[in-house]
């Protein structure tokens, strides 16, 4: 079965800097995109970074110039380094296998990050 397994989220303050890591089991990570979503309460679900199996990357305007979406193929891994933090970027945060494509759309459980002012 596919899993997908977060970790890295937490409670910073303002500007300060966090990494989010995902690993994936139960399928051949490589073959497809991955991407980090993000949903505040009240509102929908956004995705805030993806990264196509070729490594291409793109990101929300939200989070340009401060997130960094990676991917690690001989880990199964894929992380978001988040620097510059500020309130708004307060969210659970979801790690995503397939982005929706050809019938592949697995989700982490999720991970909270909380920044403080």
């Known amino acids: 079965q596919v899993q997908l397994v977060e970790s890295g989220g937490g409670l910073v303050q303002g500007g300060g800097s966090l990494r989010l890591s995902c690993a994936v089991s139960?399928?051949?990570?490589?073959?497809?995109?991955m991407g980090w979503y993000r949903q505040a309460p009240g509102k929908q679900r956004e995705l805030v970074a993806s990264?196509?199996?070729?490594?291409?990357?793109h990101y929300a305007d939200s989070a340009k110039g401060r997130f960094t979406i990676s991917r690690d193929n001989a880990k199964n891994t894929v992380s978001l380094q988040m620097n510059s933090l500020k309130p708004e970027d307060t969210a659970v945060y979801y790690c995503?296998?397939?982005?929706?494509?050809?019938?592949?759309?697995?989700w982490g459980q999720g991970t909270q990050v909380t920044v403080s002012s």
């Open positions: 990264i196509s199996r070729g490594g291409s990357t």
């Open positions: 139960g399928i051949i990570f490589s073959i497809h995109a």
């Open positions: 995503n296998y397939g982005l929706g494509y050809v019938g592949y759309n697995y």
